[in-house]
């Protein structure tokens, strides 16, 4: 660390890359997978059949269903069905606690018929959704802890643009079939191709998370009362508290139709009810995070439930709450359509891969010491684990989740949670397989399987349901022949891998030769 | 990089010391910045509360750079920590403005 400034971040982009590598690896390919959670939940729920569109009825159904269900609920959520999620979510709350997470009892309803669906009990994409941000931990420690491995990426990526110096040159720069340095030349290219996505989605998910991870300036503007700032900034979260009188809730659809007039045809994502059986029922009409980029998380019209009356139209946002909502909106990609959310889906997968390949070149560089010996120190065998574990391992364990989805009966109880755990077994067992085989072969056997686990998905679908590619194709399901068609991708760009792992031709003397240069190159 | 086994302690110690002041120090740091912010702009209060905490990962960002770039860990230690006694006095001064 005594040598220049850049070999300083060098050191700093190395070690910080290493030590949480593995964990932003499985971050980074499950939020990838977050950008199509509701065609994955579409596909793992395939008894949500898609209706045609329509809020006012849709709207109806749900009040119908929760005034015979939960008439005495502290709060409704009503979630309208749109082009990607087909299923008319309602969710009540029989209680609310301040400052408490509460209980929230969900159910998805047929929008025609306004029964409960009775789909397979799954978690589907929201699964990857929240292991992405709660890494399956109790809260808060997952959001901390995958938010403190945000601030690491962030500082990997701006010292990994510093130690890159040649940032342009050596993008055009791509020598294939080199070895060590092939890996880096794709390192650098995935690194420096998306560079905005890194930059944007690294800061972004530090500021969704602000509140909670950098609290001092609530607490030294707002004193104990910080719920004063978080209503001053959601102001449509004041709402009037239930009086005791029972009142009677007038129909929502009305409502609905004057929000909508107020954003000038903008769509409604969710309506909440506060006291739906009191007389100071109130309506809040929330708009849909798909009408903009820079998301508003007040942008609401609310209303008096009881009498109708317009209580509310939240006012524009200023200039640093747009700038915050940008953040969030273009983290999220609520606004892409199609193609921008395919352009997504590819900029997460070259994070993924920018991680990946950064943790394949710190162990090779250091493993072509010990060639000769064929003896690793234990440091680097430790790596070598983690690296199949945490990459192959992690995409087995997703393919064990789909297939679990498809194999454990519909009736079998507490089936959701069997899927996740089915996801941390495949997991687990891999960790275990690359702790008793050697390098090469654990990752050519883990590749193998992970290849054959994707591949056959297509196939398990058609043997499992009515919906494989056949029908799905001919009738423009393109949420469930999209799925069964990129996890043929995924599994023949598995087994490509496995296969060149396989038959890679390691020429060690031509890399020792080429080593000294290129690491020293690469040290600057 | 040298092998790992050739470090003699004090090398290591010094890292050590210099990942803490990057850690807590900075976040120190980063904390007292956004204080700042959020007492001295002159916006609306919960404007300035979400500038400085958007901005901090960025003082935050340069506490880190900062406490590994610098020649030694001593020099870590200062340098996160007279930017951290400005700004603390700097958000005392705010804050006996508000409360006055």
Redesign the interface.
Known sequence: ??EG?RQ??A??H?WAGLIFGWLLFAIFLTGTLSYFKDEISHWMQPEVQARPLDDARSLTVAQTYLQQVAPTAARWFITLPDSRDPGLSVMWQDKVDPGKRGNFIQKTLDPVTGQAVQARESMGGEFFYRFHFQLQMPHPWGRWLSTIAA?VM??AL??GIITHKKIFKDFFTFRPRKGQRSWLDGHNAVGVLVLPFHLMIT?SS??IF??MV?P???L???GNDTRA?FS??FPNTNNAPASGQPGTLLPLVPMYEQARAQWAGGHVGRVAVNNPGDVNASVNVLRAGSDSVVHDFGSTVSFNGSTGELLRVSGGQ????A??GS?YGLHMGHFAGPVLRWLYFICGLAGTAMIGTGLVIWLGKRQL?HLKSNVMPF?LRLVEVLNIASMSGLMIAIAAFFWANRLLPVTFAERSDWEVQTFFIAWGLSLLHAILRRGRQGWVEQLSVGALLFIAIPLLNALTTSHHLGVSLATGDWAMAGFDLTSLASGIFLGWAAWKMQHRTVPAPKVERTRGLTLKQE?N | MKSKTSLPVSYRLAVTSRVLAAVVGGYLMASLASICLALWLPTSRADAVITGMMSSFVFYLLAVLWCFACRSAARAWFGVLLPSAAFATLAGVGLWMTRV
């Open positions: 660390m005594k400034f300083a971040m050191w700093l190395t601030m962030f500082i701006i010292t800061y530090l500021v602000m509140s950098m001092a300036p609530i030294a503007s707002y700032f001053e900034v200023s200039l640093p709450a700038i915050g953040f010491k440091e040290a």
